[in-house]
């Protein structure tokens, strides 16, 4: 599968934060981070973080701008981007 925004959304639900994933052919384990967005200047801020190595399958949830949901060791889980936990 490849990471892109039809595949599945790439920005929060309130168009602050997005997920960059940087493309390795071949391997098994992607490296993914966040990153803040000002949507009123059109520009990054200085907010951004890693998404955990175990969480896969992750996409911003719909409604929560701070989550990310998806699976974390075959479960399905919720990652809080700004506390950083499950």
Known sequence: KIFDAGWRPAWNASGTRFVV???RPGSVRHLAYWVGFDPAAM???SEHGAVP???SDFQ???KEPDLLV???DGAAESYHVRRRKF
């Open 53 to 55: 190595g175990d969480f």
């Open 60 to 62: 911003w949830d719909p």
């Open 43 to 45: 520009r990054l801020t």
């Open 70 to 72: 998806g699976l974390a």
């Open 21 to 23: 994933v940087p493309w």
